[in-house]
Protein backbone atom coordinates (compact mmCIF):
# COMPACT_ATOMS: atom_id res chain seq x y z
CA UNK A 1 0.00 0.00 0.00
CA UNK A 2 3.24 2.29 0.80
CA UNK A 3 3.71 2.81 -3.04
CA UNK A 4 0.05 3.38 -3.87
CA UNK A 5 -0.37 5.58 -1.33
CA UNK A 6 2.48 7.94 -2.29
CA UNK A 7 1.03 8.23 -5.60
CA UNK A 8 -2.71 8.94 -4.32
CA UNK A 9 -0.88 11.75 -2.15
CA UNK A 10 0.79 13.23 -5.28
CA UNK A 11 -2.84 13.00 -7.44
CA UNK A 12 -4.51 14.32 -4.15
CA UNK A 13 -2.31 17.58 -4.21
CA UNK A 14 -2.39 17.63 -8.26
CA UNK A 15 -6.14 17.33 -8.61
CA UNK A 16 -6.50 19.79 -5.31
CA UNK A 17 -4.58 22.40 -7.50
CA UNK A 18 -6.21 22.34 -10.35
CA UNK A 19 -9.39 21.15 -9.70
CA UNK A 20 -9.57 24.96 -7.77
CA UNK A 21 -7.50 26.82 -10.48
CA UNK A 22 -10.22 26.00 -13.48
CA UNK A 23 -13.09 26.57 -11.12
CA UNK A 24 -13.42 30.26 -11.40
CA UNK A 25 -16.22 29.87 -8.57
CA UNK A 26 -13.84 29.04 -6.20
CA UNK A 27 -12.40 32.39 -6.04
CA UNK A 28 -13.66 34.87 -8.24
CA UNK A 29 -17.18 35.50 -5.65
CA UNK A 30 -14.78 36.53 -2.89
CA UNK A 31 -12.74 38.89 -4.48
CA UNK A 32 -15.63 40.53 -6.19
CA UNK A 33 -17.47 40.77 -3.01
CA UNK A 34 -14.48 41.78 -1.20
CA UNK A 35 -14.40 44.66 -3.34
CA UNK A 36 -18.06 45.90 -3.66
CA UNK A 37 -18.15 45.02 0.23
CA UNK A 38 -15.00 46.99 1.13
CA UNK A 39 -13.45 43.96 3.06
CA UNK A 40 -10.17 44.28 4.32
CA UNK A 41 -7.86 41.40 3.11
CA UNK A 42 -8.15 40.08 6.41
CA UNK A 43 -11.66 39.77 6.61
CA UNK A 44 -11.38 38.23 2.86
CA UNK A 45 -8.91 35.96 3.96
CA UNK A 46 -11.12 34.43 6.78
CA UNK A 47 -14.33 34.33 4.80
CA UNK A 48 -12.56 32.72 2.25
CA UNK A 49 -11.60 30.18 4.81
CA UNK A 50 -14.19 29.31 6.38
CA UNK A 51 -15.86 28.95 2.73
CA UNK A 52 -13.44 26.17 1.80
CA UNK A 53 -13.56 24.13 4.89
CA UNK A 54 -17.35 24.05 4.15
CA UNK A 55 -16.93 22.81 1.00
CA UNK A 56 -14.10 20.17 1.34
CA UNK A 57 -15.62 19.15 5.06
CA UNK A 58 -19.51 18.75 3.36
CA UNK A 59 -18.46 16.07 0.58
CA UNK A 60 -15.71 14.28 2.95
CA UNK A 61 -18.84 13.37 5.20
CA UNK A 62 -20.69 12.44 2.45
CA UNK A 63 -17.73 10.28 1.20
CA UNK A 64 -17.53 8.49 4.38
CA UNK A 65 -21.54 8.25 5.25
CA UNK A 66 -21.94 6.50 1.11
CA UNK A 67 -18.30 3.99 2.54
CA UNK A 68 -19.76 3.47 5.40
CA UNK A 69 -23.16 2.20 3.97
CA UNK A 70 -21.41 0.39 1.22
CA UNK A 71 -22.29 3.14 -1.60
CA UNK A 72 -20.84 3.03 -5.06
CA UNK A 73 -19.03 5.73 -6.86
CA UNK A 74 -21.33 6.16 -9.59
CA UNK A 75 -24.08 7.02 -6.75
CA UNK A 76 -21.99 8.92 -4.89
CA UNK A 77 -21.30 10.93 -7.87
CA UNK A 78 -24.60 11.01 -8.60
CA UNK A 79 -25.28 12.49 -5.00
CA UNK A 80 -22.53 15.19 -5.68
CA UNK A 81 -23.58 15.94 -9.20
CA UNK A 82 -27.05 17.01 -7.57
CA UNK A 83 -25.44 19.12 -5.17
CA UNK A 84 -23.16 21.17 -7.57
CA UNK A 85 -26.29 21.42 -9.75
CA UNK A 86 -28.32 23.19 -6.74
CA UNK A 87 -25.02 25.08 -5.85
CA UNK A 88 -24.22 26.60 -9.25
CA UNK A 89 -28.28 27.42 -9.44
CA UNK A 90 -28.16 28.73 -6.26
CA UNK A 91 -24.82 31.04 -7.35
CA UNK A 92 -27.06 32.43 -10.66
CA UNK A 93 -30.06 33.04 -7.82
CA UNK A 94 -27.67 35.29 -5.70
CA UNK A 95 -25.88 36.90 -8.63
CA UNK A 96 -28.59 37.56 -10.65
CA UNK A 97 -30.02 39.43 -6.89
CA UNK A 98 -26.92 41.20 -5.99
CA UNK A 99 -26.83 42.25 -9.81
CA UNK A 100 -30.17 44.08 -10.33
CA UNK A 101 -29.60 45.59 -6.30
CA UNK A 102 -26.24 47.04 -7.60
CA UNK A 103 -27.80 48.50 -10.65
CA UNK A 104 -30.64 49.81 -8.57
CA UNK A 105 -28.43 51.53 -6.04
CA UNK A 106 -26.24 52.37 -8.88
CA UNK A 107 -28.69 54.99 -10.87
CA UNK A 108 -29.89 55.60 -7.33
CA UNK A 109 -26.91 57.37 -6.55
CA UNK A 110 -25.41 58.91 -9.51
CA UNK A 111 -24.25 62.40 -9.47
CA UNK A 112 -26.79 64.99 -10.30
CA UNK A 113 -26.71 68.61 -10.12
CA UNK A 114 -28.63 71.53 -8.40
CA UNK A 115 -28.79 75.49 -8.07
CA UNK A 116 -28.17 76.95 -4.84
CA UNK A 117 -28.85 80.51 -3.95
CA UNK A 118 -27.74 82.84 -0.99
CA UNK A 119 -29.44 86.07 -1.00
CA UNK A 120 -30.58 88.16 -3.88
CA UNK A 121 -27.66 87.90 -6.16
CA UNK A 122 -25.47 84.77 -5.35
CA UNK A 123 -26.22 81.39 -7.07
CA UNK A 124 -23.80 78.49 -7.41
CA UNK A 125 -24.42 74.85 -8.87
CA UNK A 126 -23.64 72.30 -6.54
CA UNK A 127 -22.81 68.51 -7.47
CA UNK A 128 -23.79 65.88 -4.95
CA UNK A 129 -25.19 62.21 -4.46
CA UNK A 130 -28.01 61.80 -2.15
CA UNK A 131 -26.53 58.33 -0.83
CA UNK A 132 -22.87 59.64 -0.71
CA UNK A 133 -20.90 59.88 2.57
CA UNK A 134 -23.58 57.63 4.93
CA UNK A 135 -24.00 55.02 2.15
CA UNK A 136 -21.50 52.44 3.70
CA UNK A 137 -22.03 53.53 7.44
CA UNK A 138 -25.53 51.97 7.05
CA UNK A 139 -23.98 49.19 5.36
CA UNK A 140 -21.89 47.68 7.93
CA UNK A 141 -24.18 48.71 10.89
CA UNK A 142 -26.86 46.08 9.75
CA UNK A 143 -26.61 42.63 9.20
CA UNK A 144 -24.84 41.63 6.36
CA UNK A 145 -25.57 38.26 5.18
CA UNK A 146 -23.30 38.13 2.39
CA UNK A 147 -20.90 35.96 3.87
CA UNK A 148 -23.39 33.81 5.11
CA UNK A 149 -25.02 33.62 1.73
CA UNK A 150 -21.27 32.61 0.43
CA UNK A 151 -20.79 30.21 2.87
CA UNK A 152 -23.94 28.25 2.12
CA UNK A 153 -23.35 27.91 -1.60
CA UNK A 154 -20.02 26.40 -0.86
CA UNK A 155 -21.28 23.79 1.86
CA UNK A 156 -23.68 22.52 -1.06
CA UNK A 157 -20.86 23.11 -3.82
CA UNK A 158 -19.49 19.45 -4.20
CA UNK A 159 -15.57 18.51 -5.02
CA UNK A 160 -16.49 15.37 -7.44
CA UNK A 161 -12.46 14.45 -7.40
CA UNK A 162 -12.20 14.40 -3.89
CA UNK A 163 -15.06 10.95 -3.94
CA UNK A 164 -12.53 8.13 -5.87
CA UNK A 165 -9.70 9.46 -3.56
CA UNK A 166 -11.52 8.27 -0.71
CA UNK A 167 -12.47 4.99 -2.12
CA UNK A 168 -9.10 3.42 -2.64
CA UNK A 169 -7.61 3.68 0.76
CA UNK A 170 -10.91 3.00 2.02
CA UNK A 171 -11.11 -0.08 0.03
CA UNK A 172 -7.98 -1.28 0.92
CA UNK A 173 -8.93 -0.29 4.96
CA UNK A 174 -6.14 1.78 5.33
CA UNK A 175 -7.77 4.65 7.61
CA UNK A 176 -4.19 5.95 7.73
CA UNK A 177 -3.96 6.31 3.88
CA UNK A 178 -8.38 8.20 3.80
CA UNK A 179 -6.95 10.28 6.27
CA UNK A 180 -3.57 11.70 4.44
CA UNK A 181 -5.24 12.44 0.87
CA UNK A 182 -8.21 13.94 2.39
CA UNK A 183 -5.71 16.42 4.49
CA UNK A 184 -3.68 16.69 1.39
CA UNK A 185 -6.57 17.42 -1.03
CA UNK A 186 -7.81 19.92 1.25
CA UNK A 187 -5.29 21.78 2.09
CA UNK A 188 -3.93 22.21 -1.28
CA UNK A 189 -7.31 23.28 -2.35
CA UNK A 190 -8.02 25.50 0.33
CA UNK A 191 -4.17 27.51 -0.15
CA UNK A 192 -4.65 27.53 -3.87
CA UNK A 193 -8.14 29.43 -3.12
CA UNK A 194 -6.49 31.75 -0.33
CA UNK A 195 -3.63 32.35 -2.11
CA UNK A 196 -5.84 33.19 -5.38
CA UNK A 197 -8.24 35.21 -3.17
CA UNK A 198 -5.72 37.03 -1.15
CA UNK A 199 -3.37 38.11 -4.66
CA UNK A 200 -6.64 39.16 -6.48
CA UNK A 201 -8.26 41.28 -4.09
CA UNK A 202 -4.63 43.07 -3.72
CA UNK A 203 -4.26 43.34 -6.81
CA UNK A 204 -7.63 44.94 -8.21
CA UNK A 205 -7.12 47.89 -5.86
CA UNK A 206 -4.50 48.73 -8.91
CA UNK A 207 -7.05 48.81 -11.81
CA UNK A 208 -8.58 52.31 -12.63
CA UNK A 209 -11.69 51.40 -12.24
CA UNK A 210 -12.27 54.96 -9.96
CA UNK A 211 -15.28 55.72 -12.54
CA UNK A 212 -17.01 52.40 -12.24
CA UNK A 213 -16.53 52.81 -8.05
CA UNK A 214 -20.58 53.59 -7.93
CA UNK A 215 -21.03 49.78 -9.99
CA UNK A 216 -18.88 47.24 -8.11
CA UNK A 217 -21.90 45.98 -6.21
CA UNK A 218 -23.51 45.25 -10.07
CA UNK A 219 -20.37 44.67 -11.40
CA UNK A 220 -19.87 41.71 -8.57
CA UNK A 221 -23.40 40.21 -8.80
CA UNK A 222 -22.52 40.14 -12.50
CA UNK A 223 -18.80 38.74 -11.71
CA UNK A 224 -21.12 35.71 -9.45
CA UNK A 225 -23.94 35.43 -11.77
CA UNK A 226 -21.25 34.61 -14.72
CA UNK A 227 -19.92 31.97 -12.78
CA UNK A 228 -22.97 30.34 -11.84
CA UNK A 229 -23.69 30.38 -15.66
CA UNK A 230 -20.35 28.87 -16.21
CA UNK A 231 -20.43 25.78 -13.82
CA UNK A 232 -24.24 24.96 -15.41
CA UNK A 233 -23.51 25.47 -19.27
CA UNK A 234 -20.32 25.09 -19.38
CA UNK A 235 -19.35 22.40 -17.16
CA UNK A 236 -16.74 24.30 -14.77
Known sequence: MKNELVVLMITAASIGFLHTLFGPDHYVPFVVMAKARKWSLVKTGWITLLCGLGHIFSSVLIGLAGIALGITVSKLNVIESFRGGLAAWILIAFG????IWGMHKAFKNRPHTHWHAHGEKTEHLHTHKHENDHLHIHNEDGKNITPW????????GPCEPLIPLLMYPAARSSYWGLLLVTGIFGSVTIITMLSIVIISSWGINFLPIRKLERFTHALAGGAVLLCGMAIVFLGL
Open 96 to 99: LVYF
Open 149 to 156: ILFTIFLF
